[in-house]
């Protein structure tokens, strides 16, 4: 085991699919792993960073992005799929609308600060994809964030903390040219772009515990 964690950031937003299926894949990369002590640190990027603060009805924004329901539907059967194999049954079909995510980014960064970032991420992802909620409400939202055991969640999300902090984060990934997510970085100087396989994540730690061990 290393003497200090392997750190990986991971730049995601809580409506990409590829994101939810990422994660998933990298729980099963640290099971490969599992001497390895690893620190992840969730970043934030927005999927659509002009959206309204109160959402897109989701046809309208399937209308928009994809140009008709039959481009909708062939692009998201492939990610149904994929998540399939993963143990994720999506429910693209209970979503009612696209939701503005910089509360849910801000509430990340809260949960970070707490040490649940882990488990509010995840929530994040089912409350979205498994339960067709909102989570660009701010009630779904502090809902969640009892669930996972945050305190002073529903004070933080009526200030106007952290907003900042989201924007010049999702900025910095779009300078850095991240133009999609998730993406992973290794010790703050690897990065490995997309929802790779789990034996492909591994040998991202693999590289991460290489490069601790050579520095001592």
């Known amino acids: 085991m290393t003497k200090t964690p392997i750190e990986i950031d991971v730049y995601s937003d809580p409506i990409c699919p590829w994101c939810y299926i990422g994660y998933k894949r990298f ?50 059967s492939q ?22 995510t910089v509360d849910a980014h801000r509430l990340s960064l809260f949960a970070a600060a707490q040490g649940k970032q882990d488990e509010l991420m995840e929530r994040l ?18 809902d969640i964030a009892v669930e996972v055991g945050l305190e002073g969640a529903e004070e933080y999300l009526n200030s106007a903390k952290g907003h900042e902090d ?33 034996d492909t994540l591994a040998q991202m730690l693999d590289i991460g515990h290489q490069q601790l061990t050579e520095n001592g």
């Open 27 to 76: 729980q099963k990369a640290k099971e490969l792993r599992p001497n390895f002590d690893v620190k992840i640190r969730w970043l934030s990027f927005q999927l659509n960073p002009d959206m309204p603060t109160e959402g897109m009805d989701r046809q309208t924004y399937l209308d928009t992005k994809f140009g008709g329901r039959a481009n909708a539907t062939q692009f998201y």
């Open 79 to 100: 990610i149904a799929a994929a998540g399939k194999s993963e143990g994720i049954d999506f429910k693209f079909d209970d979503i009612q609308k696209t939701p503005n």
């Open 125 to 142: 992802f089912e409350n979205y994809f498994l339960e067709g909620k909102n989570i660009g409400e701010r009630n779904v939202l502090i």
């Open 166 to 198: 989201v924007l010049y984060t999702d900025q910095n990934a779009r300078n850095i040219g991240l133009t999609g997510v998730p993406c992973f970085i290794v010790n703050r100087q690897h990065i490995l772009p997309g929802a790779q396989s789990p």
